[in-house]
């Protein structure tokens, strides 16, 4: 018999199935079609957020890689101690260590009962999706595309309350419709007036540094791409708007993957 816990997590993943339009088909061979999808993008488009709406409304677990490693550093586990005395030199985690992580999380998944994830933060390059592939199966990747002038924007825009925590964004964006491409509009997110005063913007977030990482992503980006569209897995999506107007167009468009 189910716990009440789990009951009212299944009655509010359903909730928020049917709020925005995607719902988990059974199949008749395999009793469901386990959700194994990652998420893809450049900095500033929202991976994080759109893959964790669409992982609740389905009823998957959301797994940020970027919050994985810093669980098991602060686990301070053997492997963590390993990794906290890679990241203190500055250098980046081998690609052996994060799959380590990332495989020991998939395992306890299944142990635990979870029937699939949606993953955001990895791969980052033609390897590590080959890597992937070797120890779970993938069947979607959401490629999340935005204009490169409008992601420097939002970057820039982003702020951080150094009383509560939260994030806002006062970048205000709107562009005309150019070159066979989509208007794109963009409210701010501002804040309260009570944290207005307490705003603070990341150091690294200047328009040279933007671009360096965009520019980098870029480079390491497309085998990526061209990757998961060699074995026909990709899905590219363009975003036009903020949340509230995108998530409904990307959950309609994801819903064919859910049969």
């Known amino acids: 018999m189910l716990a009440r816990s789990q009951i009212l997590t299944r009655a509010l993943a359903f909730q928020n199935a049917m709020r925005y339009g995607l719902t988990r088909q059974q199949s ?7 959700i194994n999808w990652v998420f893809l993008g450049p900095p500033g488009v929202g991976k994080g ?3 964790s709406r669409v992982a609740k409304a389905l009823g998957v677990p959301h797994i940020a890689t970027g919050d994985l490693i810093r669980d098991e550093i602060k686990s301070e586990s053997s492997l963590g ?4 005395e890679i990241v203190s030199q500055g250098k ?3 690609d052996d260590v994060v ?3 990332l495989q020991h999380r998939l395992e306890n998944g299944k142990k635990a009962g979870e029937k699939g994830y949606i993953l955001d933060g990895f791969p980052r390059t033609r390897a590590q999706s080959e890597a992937l592939l070797q120890f779970t199966p993938v069947n979607l990747a959401v490629n999340l595309g935005l204009r490169e002038e409008v992601l420097v924007e939002k970057c820039m825009g982003r702020r951080v309350c150094t009383h509560c925590g939260k994030n806002y964004n006062i970048a205000n964006i709107h562009l005309a419709a150019s070159n066979d491409r989509p208007e794109i509009v963009m409210p701010p997110l501002n804040p309260p007036p009570e944290c207005a005063p307490h705003l603070e913007i990341r150091a690294d977030d200047t328009e040279l540094v933007i671009r360096r990482r965009l520019k980098i992503y870029s480079d390491e980006a497309q085998p990526v791409e061209d990757f998961f569209r060699e074995k026909g897995l990709l899905l590219d999506f363009e975003i036009t708007g903020g949340i509230p107007e995108t998530l409904p167009v990307l959950t309609n468009a ?3 993957f859910t049969a």
């Open 99 to 101: 799959l380590k992580v």
């Open 254 to 256: 994801l819903k064919p």
């Open 92 to 94: 980046l985690l081998p």
């Open 28 to 34: 008749t061979a395999t009793g469901s079609k386990d």
């Open 49 to 51: 957020t759109y893959a």
């Open 81 to 84: 101690k390993e990794m906290k």
